[in-house]
């Protein structure tokens, strides 16, 4: 069942979005509606026409739209859907294959054939001919379930349907559903479900965006024994159809007006043989480890007319990896040849991609024309909201960084140096998470999806019962109570972690120190008590008994202090440090008589550290700073005093208690404490 967690359960529809199978409370969004990108608030779209008596007329027709989800959750899991542009008189473009990043926001670049840049001429001027971009999502998920079991041979099942429906006939799926429902004797509750399933074993989906399919030829279909429990949880790939007019939006944000997304290009109406080429490139954006992009255009001699080859080159590094390049070909000849992408890589290298044939002026070289695997990186805004997220070479080197504005990168697989994990490193305190990246061309990041999130479970055992332990989820205040007695030394707990960053809990046994936040099966519960040496309490550490440790007990001076008076101003700088000095921790050891290996403080966060001086009865702040982040936790202070306030410092330094002190803000397990000394005892 593994396979089969987070994907979302088709029997469980949420608004738009489904329940994740087999995670509780987890939704999978899954898109319901199209809008374009806006850049700067205008959307992108952008139509290229050309005219010209010489050629028939021509056009490109750029723009990127995103897939949105009504309903909020985990990103549905999508595939390669299929993009088609068409108006009442029929399609104006051949279906186009996108990648599923190309479904969130990626710029797309589509070449119009004679007809359709005539249809689309018409469009710009008639605002009442509607266009539809159509796009069918293709979604792994789980099958809903239903009472039904049979046992299919798929070969008999497509001739079956054959003899029916017709060989190799395109159907809508109310008439498969009704055929298979029929052929294989399942009722109306489990004929939705069978075609699901059954459908995938004789059918295949139809060209273009639609939710039709094509019969396969039972030839081809090969011959078997499946079963098929409805009963049992399975995964399949589910169809949504979304379409909309990208025309229509564009003219509501401009106000009716299309005049800023038309760019009329008019060419000489004699041939002259100077041939302008539009080249795009449509890949995933930003593209790491990217210098430079080229492209190439070579076309065989073509005699009588041309008797040499002509060829050419130029860079795709502009906004939307376009290019013109033009080329000197015969009077009145048409541009037909071989293009490819050329890449100029971060490490200095140059590679090639795969020629790819053209037969028009708008050359349009897909993903799959990069001389290199891309890897796409995608992180949600919940996730980025919390965390930054590292692409990391198998060299250790960065290929690059998600944040909040790049929540997209694709990166190319170097040879010799390819993508091997992800750091994802939280902004706030948490853990940091490392992910293996193996072979996917693409990886979809949130919080919900990331090992630590969601429910945990645990085992709190005693050895020496009866204590009552104390818990938190680690992200949590709350503080809840477990007594175990002896005739109940172990008790099973369970939290729901909100953030994969801090998963744990932590624990104590009152009125001992917290844990450090575990997360294990079983956690094993012992009341040490607790010794004190020279005002120091130590207890065992939890996961190795030889070691004592303690809450540093600091503020402590590091360095004696300088005070320089100058007439009426005094300057003080000092040094100081929270953990015991080494002398005084040799003590600390000695004085357990045997029963430690080694003494060491608790790890603690120390944001601020003051030296204070008194006046008027009131403590005044005269130099702050933070530690340095490690043991001993050092803080360099200095300040400019006034008269009153070097004359406190002059009589701490004296040994006058109560004039000036240090304090320390320390964070341990989530307690805030704060320690102060005061200064003419750390000079004694």
């Known amino acids: ?168 006939a395109r159907v809508t799926r109310p008439e498969l559903v009704l055929a298979l429902a029929d052929l294989l004797g399942a009722g109306p509750d489990a004929a939705e479900e069978l075609a699901l399933r059954a459908g995938a074993l004789v059918a295949e989906p139809a060209p273009g ?60 109406g004699l041939p002259t043989g100077q041939v302008p080429v539009h080249v795009s490139a449509n890949l995933p954006e930003p593209v790491t480890d990217l210098p430079a992009l080229l492209a190439d255009v070579r076309l065989p001699a073509a005699p009588p007319k041309r008797p040499h080859p002509v060829s050419g080159s130029l860079a795709l590094d502009g906004a939307g990896r376009t290019g013109t390049l033009t080329l000197t070909l015969a009077a009145g000849e048409l541009p037909s040849g071989e293009a490819r992408l050329r890449a100029l890589m971060s490490t200095g290298e140059e590679v090639e991609g795969p020629w790819r044939p053209f037969d028009r002026r708008q050359i349009v070289l897909d993903r799959d024309g990069f001389p290199l695997p891309l890897r796409v990186v995608l992180a949600s805004d919940a996730l980025l909201a919390l965390a930054t997220v590292d692409v990391v070479r198998q060299s250790g080197r960065t290929a690059g960084r998600l944040a909040p504005g790049t929540p997209t990168l694709a990166v190319p697989d170097l040879p010799g140096d390819p993508v091997a994990r992800l750091v994802i490193r939280p902004l706030g305190r948490g853990r940091v998470l490392e992910l293996p990246v193996d072979d996917q061309q693409r990886l979809d990041l949130d919080p919900a999806v990331l090992p630590g999130f969601g429910g945990h479970r645990a085992r709190l055992v005693a050895l020496r019962p009866p204590v009552t332990v104390e818990w938190a989820p680690e992200a949590e205040t709350e503080v809840r109570r477990v007594p175990l007695s002896v005739a109940r030394p172990e008790a099973e707990i369970g939290w729901t972690a909100d953030s994969p960053f801090r998963p744990g809990m932590r624990w104590r046994v009152a009125p001992g120190p917290w844990s450090e936040p575990v997360d294990g099966p079983v956690i094993t519960v012992d009341q040490a008590a607790p010794v004190v040496v020279d005002g120091v309490e130590l207890v065992p550490d939890r996961r190795d008994p030889s070691v004592w440790v303690y809450v540093p007990p600091g503020p402590f001076l590091d360095r004696e202090p300088s005070l320089l008076v100058a007439g009426d101003t005094a300057f003080l700088q000092l040094t100081s440090r929270i953990d015991l000095p080494e002398a005084a921790k040799a003590a600390l050891l000695g004085a357990l008589a045997g029963r430690a290996g080694q003494v060491r403080a608790l790890p603690v966060e120390v944001p601020r550290v003051a030296l204070q001086v008194k006046e008027s009865d009131t403590w005044q702040d005269v130099a702050t700073g933070g530690s340095s982040g490690s043991p001993p936790w050092r803080t360099a202070l200095s300040a400019v005093l006034n008269p009153s306030q070097a004359e406190a410092v002059k009589a701490a330094l004296s040994g006058t208690a109560g004039r000036a002190r240090l304090v320390a803000e320390l964070i341990e397990a989530d307690i805030v404490r704060v320690q102060s000394r005061d200064l003419a005892d750390l000079i004694k």
């Open 1 to 168: 069942m593994s396979v089969l967690q987070g994907l979302p359960d088709l029997g469980a529809p949420t608004g738009s979005g489904f329940a994740a199978f087999g995670r509780d409370g987890l939704i999978v969004s899954v898109p319901d509606r199209l809008e374009l990108t806006r850049r700067d608030g205008v959307p992108e779209l952008m139509v290229s026409l050309e005219r010209s008596l010489a050629f028939p007329p021509s056009g490109l027709l750029e723009l990127a739209f995103n897939a949105f989800s009504s309903t909020p959750g985990v990103p549905a899991d999508l595939r390669e859907s299929v993009l088609e542009l068409s108006v009442v008189l029929g399609p104006i473009s051949p279906p186009a294959v996108l990648a599923a990043d190309q479904l969130l926001g990626a710029r797309l670049a589509i070449a119009l054939m004679p007809e359709a840049a005539q249809v689309i001429a018409r469009l710009i001027e008639d605002a009442t001919l509607p266009i539809d971009a159509a796009v069918r999502l293709a979604v792994r998920a789980v099958a809903p379930r239903a009472a039904f079991e049979t046992v299919v041979d798929p070969r008999d099942l497509a001739t079956r349907l054959a003899a029916r429906l017709g060989t190799g």
């Open 209 to 268: 965006a639609t939710l039709d399919l094509v019969l396969r030829v039972p030839a081809e279909v090969a011959p078997g024994s499946v079963r098929l429990d409805l009963a049992e949880p399975a995964a399949v790939i589910a169809h949504r159809v979304l379409s909309f007019d990208p025309f229509a939006a564009a003219r509501e944000v401009a106000g009716g007006s299309l005049d800023r997304h038309v760019r009329l290009i008019t060419l000489p």
